[in-house]
């Protein structure tokens, strides 16, 4: 008994490697990503840059969700603003009712309320605002509601087998649609201002370095927690079946697999994967607005994921850190030119990295050592036969 359930559970083991690594190599790099952002970062940055940082990598989860979506399926959504937003606004609505108690609100005309609302003549919390009382409720509908959104939006877009460029602009005016609802409902939403002046998550204050450092660690595990979760999906049948329908949509079908569902579910794994970015987004920075969200962001997002790589996770998580470091770097630099070199420096990498950073290693870096591997091997060869001949003679 003991000897059979110890083989189950190496044969376990085995394939959870498998699936979640594929080989040591794929073990090695996501080892390389993990001790870059949870060591090596917080070693040298200062803690208002690693809430930079932090911020960087809330917008991976975007990037990582572009490249299942669009890298693993063929599927470009210039909307991912509109999940990361949902997300981020059911956080920003939690902690703003949190910072909204009478006692802080004693000045306002109806006290107890988001001081927006006040100002708007709004005299009670409205209903769809209760759930965020609770921070259990928030959490799960930072998870639910991207899904449903997405669900919504890609059974109608897919089952109409609508794809390519026009699926790319109908999400971009989704995300349109959702930034002109928010800037019109200041009542409810805050409006062009967003939800601001967030202080505090269940009595701990959000604002203190010690704070910034706790959410950037929790941002960052759950990053590569989301990583795993997507190498594994990538690893199973369905992961296969969405890379088929990539490359020979028409030959897939007709070997008898429904696409649709398979692209709604990846189309939701995403959108998920974005709104937890999205909340963690408004923990980092204390606030939430239609401008983090709109359609210039999500493009941003599209770019953070072409410059790590389309058909890289890991390569993602490096785009998203590279880019936006870039636009820090320009914009302090050069305040008036900081868009023209944004600009250059993303022409530049589509025409001669068309892979992107992850290209660099498949083609370059990952060529270099293999050929040093090779010689070490050959050089520990001809040791071994020169030992030999000596033994023999």
């Known amino acids: 008994m003991d000897s059979s359930k110890t083989q189950i559970e190496s044969n376990f083991g085995k394939i959870l490697y498998e699936r979640l690594f594929k080989n040591k190599e794929g073990l090695i790099a996501f080892i390389i990503l993990a001790i870059f952002i949870l060591i090596v970062l917080p070693m040298f940055l200062s803690p208002f840059r690693l809430n930079l940082a932090g911020k960087y990598l809330c917008y991976a989860f975007a990037a990582v969700g572009l490249v299942m979506c669009w890298g693993n399926a063929g599927i470009l959504c ?182 649709t569902s398979f692209r709604i579910f990846i189309f939701c794994f995403a959108a998920v994967v974005s709104g937890i970015g999205g909340a963690l987004f408004t923990l980092q920075v204390g606030f939430m607005s239609p401008n983090l969200i709109g359609v210039v962001p999500s493009i941003d997002m599209v770019i953070f994921t072409a410059v790590g790589g389309r058909e890289s996770l890991l390569g993602a998580v490096y785009g998203a850190l590279a880019v936006n470091a870039a636009k820090t770097a320009f914009s302090e630099a050069y305040a008036a030119q900081w868009l023209f070199f944004y600009g250059a420096t993303f022409i530049i990498i589509v025409l001669y990295l068309p892979k992107g950073l992850a290209g660099i290693y498949e083609d370059h870096i990952k060529k270099l050592l293999g050929k040093f591997t090779q010689n070490s091997k050959d050089e520990n060869t001809s040791l071994t036969t020169e030992k030999e001949e000596d033994n023999a003679k």
């Open 78 to 259: 210039l909307g991912q603003g509109l999940f990361f937003g949902a997300g981020g606004y059911c956080m920003a609505m939690f902690l703003k009712l949190e910072a909204s108690d009478p006692e802080s609100t004693a000045i306002q005309s109806t006290p107890g309320i988001p001081d927006f609302m006040d100002w708007n003549q709004v005299t009670e919390i409205p209903w769809f605002w209760h759930p965020f009382k609770s921070l259990p409720l928030t959490i799960a509908l930072i998870i639910t509601l991207p899904a449903v959104l997405g669900f919504i939006l890609s059974v109608f877009y897919f089952k109409g087998r609508v794809s390519g460029v026009v699926f790319a602009i109908l999400t971009q005016s989704m995300v349109a649609c959702l930034w002109y609802f928010i800037v019109g409902n200041q009542g409810y939403f805050g409006g062009i201002n967003g939800i601001t002046d967030l202080k505090t998550l269940k009595g701990w204050d959000i604002r203190t370095e010690s704070a910034h450092y706790t959410l950037y660690y929790l941002c960052s595990i759950l990053l590569l927690i989301c990583i795993l979760v997507s190498r594994y999906i990538l690893s199973t049948r369905l992961g296969r079946v969405l890379i088929a329908q990539r490359d020979k949509e028409m030959r897939v079908r007709f070997s008898g697999y429904n696409i």
